[in-house]
């Protein structure tokens, strides 16, 4: 009987637990800060995993000042071909959809912001120039002043949001002025221009409104029943929290400068097997942050040369000349290294000036140690006699000797010696030392 009412129990917990893997959910993926390699890998692995997990709909919360274009178009390119509804909702109060976010907000199902957001200043922000007056709603452009390949990157980014605009119905007149002219809309002038469709503070209320709402998904139209959904985060895993931190810039320029001093020091000192070790795992992980990274190759370039006159410096010193060349090329190859202006993507300056100034230090050192390894006697081989004074003893049968480092040896010199003359040694002859008598004064 007992084994009959467990069979049942698990037999219900079963299906209770097929049921809630089949329960359609409302996905939210969240998409805060600077869009860059770890968000669009967190979010295209999240909507993968609901369309795996069978769910109704995923709503994107964006709350970013922008990113990187080639992280923004892998989003894009998934949320486009994805076979679910995806639905851009800008939120909490307060958040924003800047740049690459107005470019997201555009290539959703349905665009939603809450009260008090705004988005848009969707100018590409590598060919900004701050030091020109910006035009104003009734101005055009000032496109004289910029250089072809600046008008070209312009000219792109405009037929891509005209082409999201077009594809899903939406303004693609202020989609331009928010490319060309960096214009920004509130929430409910993005509504009432038809850059959005829905206004809710919160997203219970959201649902709600999707609810009987009617999109176009893979070439079929599609329905949304969200009333009562369950909402489901998708949370951030080690991989995209891992991803995000050696993509920080930060963290994969200090990465890549223990990864060069690391293999140095194990070429420096072979056969010690950490610091070549440590080298070479942080290289490797610094060049696969750089090739997901804006890196300017010129800048790279730059703090390689840099390090390579540092060494230099130490091992043949040149007074200071390739030490120092070597210390500015450092410092400028590090201020270029991100070919971008996005704030999110610059290297800190303090971070540059402590690595500067920790570099120096070790040339420093390097040069003392030399420097003072140079002054210091020889104490191997026969060089080290050289200078040396020792008394006269001579043996039976005429031959002057002298007793030198535990050791006896035959001098000669064009001095007539004595027994217990005072001579020093100028010159070595096989095993001959040729000497001096040594003046008394």
Same mark, same amino acid.
């Given at each position: 009987?007992?084994?009959?009412?467990?069979?049942?129990?698990?037999?219900?917990?079963?299906?209770?637990?097929?049921?809630?893997?089949?329960?359609?959910? $409302?996905?939210?993926?969240?998409?805060? !800060?600077?869009?860059?390699? $770890?968000?669009?890998?967190?979010?295209?692995? !999240?909507?993968?995993?609901?369309?795996?997990?069978? $769910?109704?709909?995923?709503?994107?919360?964006?709350?970013?000042?922008?990113?990187?274009?080639?992280?923004?178009?892998?989003?894009?390119?998934?949320?486009?071909?994805?076979?679910?509804?995806?639905?851009?909702?800008?939120?909490?109060?307060?958040?924003?959809?800047?740049?690459?976010?107005?470019?997201?907000?555009?290539?959703?199902?349905?665009?939603?912001?809450?009260?008090?957001?705004?988005?848009?200043?969707?100018? &590409?922000?590598?060919?900004?120039?701050?030091?020109?007056?910006?035009?104003?709603?009734?101005?055009?452009?000032?496109?004289?002043?910029?250089?072809?390949?600046?008008?070209?990157?312009?000219?792109?980014?405009?037929?891509?949001?005209?082409?999201? $605009?077009?594809?899903?119905?939406?303004?693609?007149?202020?989609?331009?002025?928010?490319?060309?002219?960096?214009?920004?809309?509130?929430?409910?002038?993005?509504?009432?221009?038809?850059?959005?469709?829905?206004?809710?503070?919160?997203?219970?209320?959201?649902?709600?409104?999707?609810?009987?709402?009617?999109?176009?998904?893979?070439?079929?139209?599609?329905?949304?029943?969200?009333?009562?959904?369950?909402?489901?985060?998708?949370?951030?895993?080690?991989?995209?929290?891992?991803?995000?931190?050696?993509?920080? &810039?930060?963290?994969?320029?200090?990465?890549?400068?223990?990864?060069?001093?690391?293999?140095?020091?194990?070429?420096?000192?072979?056969?010690?097997?950490?610091?070549?070790?440590?080298?070479?795992?942080? %290289?490797?992980?610094?060049?696969?942050?750089?090739?997901?990274?804006?890196?300017?190759?010129?800048?790279?370039?730059?703090? %390689?040369?840099?390090?390579?006159?540092?060494?230099?410096?130490?091992?043949?010193?040149?007074?200071?000349?390739?030490?120092?060349?070597?210390?500015?090329?450092?410092?400028?190859?590090?201020?270029?290294?991100?070919?971008?202006?996005?704030?999110?993507?610059?290297?800190?300056? &303090?971070?540059?000036?402590?690595?500067?100034?920790?570099?120096?230090?070790?040339?420093?050192?390097? %040069?003392?140690?030399?420097?003072?390894?140079?002054?210091?006697?020889?104490?191997?081989?026969?060089?080290?006699?050289?200078?040396?004074?020792?008394?006269?003893?001579?043996?039976?049968?005429?031959?002057?000797?002298?007793?030198?480092?535990?050791?006896?040896?035959?001098?000669?010199?064009?001095?007539?010696?004595?027994?217990?003359?005072?001579?020093?040694?100028?010159?070595?002859?096989?095993?001959?030392?040729r000497v001096s008598k040594h003046e008394e004064r």
């Amino acid at each position: 009987m007992s084994r009959m009412i467990a069979g049942r129990l698990l037999l219900v917990l079963a299906l209770l637990s097929l049921h809630a893997t089949a329960r359609a959910d $409302a996905w939210v993926i969240e998409v805060d !800060g600077a869009i860059g390699p $770890a968000s669009a890998d967190h979010f295209v692995r !999240g909507l993968e995993q609901a369309v795996v997990a069978n $769910a109704e709909l995923v709503i994107v919360r964006i709350d970013t000042p922008g990113g990187l274009d080639l992280s923004m178009r892998d989003m894009i390119k998934v949320m486009l071909a994805a076979p679910l509804p995806v639905v851009a909702y800008v939120a909490p109060s307060g958040a924003r959809a800047a740049s690459a976010g107005t470019y997201l907000l555009y290539a959703s199902n349905i665009a939603a912001m809450a009260p008090g957001t705004n988005l848009g200043a969707a100018t &590409p922000v590598q060919i900004g120039k701050p030091e020109l007056p910006k035009p104003t709603d009734d101005q055009a452009p000032d496109e004289a002043s910029m250089s072809p390949m600046e008008t070209k990157v312009i000219n792109d980014a405009v037929a891509y949001i005209q082409s999201l $605009a077009q594809l899903r119905g939406r303004n693609s007149e202020w989609a331009e002025k928010a490319v060309r002219d960096g214009a920004s809309l509130s929430a409910n002038s993005a509504l009432e221009i038809g850059v959005i469709e829905i206004i809710a503070p919160s997203m219970a209320d959201l649902l709600e409104q999707l609810d009987g709402r009617e999109v176009e998904v893979g070439g079929r139209r599609v329905v949304l029943e969200t009333a009562g959904l369950a909402v489901y985060t998708h949370p951030v895993d080690w991989r995209s929290e891992f991803l995000g931190i050696i993509t920080d &810039p930060n963290v994969a320029y200090i990465l890549m400068l223990v990864g060069v001093y690391g293999l140095l020091l194990e070429f420096y000192n072979p056969g010690v097997g950490l610091p070549g070790i440590t080298g070479a795992i942080c %290289l490797l992980l610094a060049l696969y942050a750089f090739q997901a990274l804006p890196v300017s190759y010129a800048g790279l370039g730059l703090i %390689l040369l840099g390090i390579a006159l540092m060494v230099a410096e130490a091992f043949s010193p040149s007074f200071g000349i390739l030490g120092l060349g070597g210390l500015l090329a450092f410092v400028v190859g590090s201020v270029l290294l991100m070919d971008t202006e996005m704030p999110a993507y610059q290297i800190a300056l &303090p971070v540059i000036l402590a690595v500067a100034v920790f570099s120096a230090a070790l040339l420093v050192l390097a %040069l003392g140690m030399l420097m003072r390894a140079r002054r210091r006697p020889v104490v191997t081989g026969l060089d080290h006699l050289l200078g040396a004074t020792a008394v006269v003893q001579l043996l039976p049968g005429g031959v002057a000797r002298v007793s030198l480092d535990g050791e006896m040896w035959t001098v000669a010199s064009d001095d007539r010696l004595a027994q217990d003359d005072r001579v020093t040694v100028e010159a070595i002859d096989g095993l001959t030392l040729r000497v001096s008598k040594h003046e008394e004064r």
